[in-house]
């Protein structure tokens, strides 16, 4: 047994919504040991046996089937999580200001021209990387003024997840990253 992260996409979102509670009991009943959330932010950190691939079908199958709700999980161990803070191009950025930049973690990759996408997209210094998986962006005027937030889709960047550092590191202190 090791520690999982599951990201949920657009959970408590746009009326998307599973009550923390409900999804740690949820996982205790799928034999998920120690389920943990972190607030109401469509996170959750088990441990578990099971491979990243089928812990995700099984994670939205159950959400499926308690909630009726279908969205998209994405499941890393600790030693993705854990590359994927030190990968991070934004170090002084996230230092000082870690809500400013986000961690978009890819369901299955990232899409043929979605960075090209994204930078053509940017404005007043914005920037966005992309390292295995993971798509990084730079935020200095917070996410909700980015013309690249507004208008980048799955459609254009594949299906993923975003995730500011704060949280990025909370969920890495959470699965036991670093100690």
């Not at 990243?52 to 099984?58: K, P, V």
């Not at 999980?73 to 870690?98: D, G, K």
């Not at 404005?123 to 003024?145: C, H, K, R, S, T």
């Not at 507004?150 to 459609?155: F, H, I, L, V």
Request: positive net charge.
């Amino acid at each position: 047994m090791t520690h999982r992260i599951i990201l949920f996409r657009g959970m408590n979102t746009g009326g998307v919504r599973a009550p923390v509670g409900e999804q740690r009991a949820m996982a205790e009943a799928m034999g998920l040991k120690n389920p943990r959330t972190l607030a109401a932010s469509g996170n959750l950190v088990v441990e578990s046996g099971k491979g990243t691939a089928a812990l995700e079908a099984d994670i939205e199958a159950a959400m499926e089937k308690t909630f009726g709700l279908k969205v998209a999980a994405m499941v890393r161990t600790p030693e993705q999580w854990s590359a994927l803070i030190a990968a991070n191009p934004f170090p002084r950025e996230a230092a000082a200001h870690p809500a400013k930049v986000v961690a978009m973690v890819m369901k299955d990759g990232i899409k043929p021209g979605a960075v090209e996408a994204c930078r053509d997209l940017a404005a007043g210094g914005e920037a966005v990387q992309a390292i295995d998986d993971v798509l990084y962006f730079w935020f200095p005027n917070g996410q909700g003024e980015s013309a690249i937030f507004k208008k980048a889709t799955p459609r254009m960047l594949g299906m993923g997840t975003g995730r500011n550092w704060n949280t990025v590191l909370k969920l890495g202190e959470m699965a036991g990253v670093g100690s």
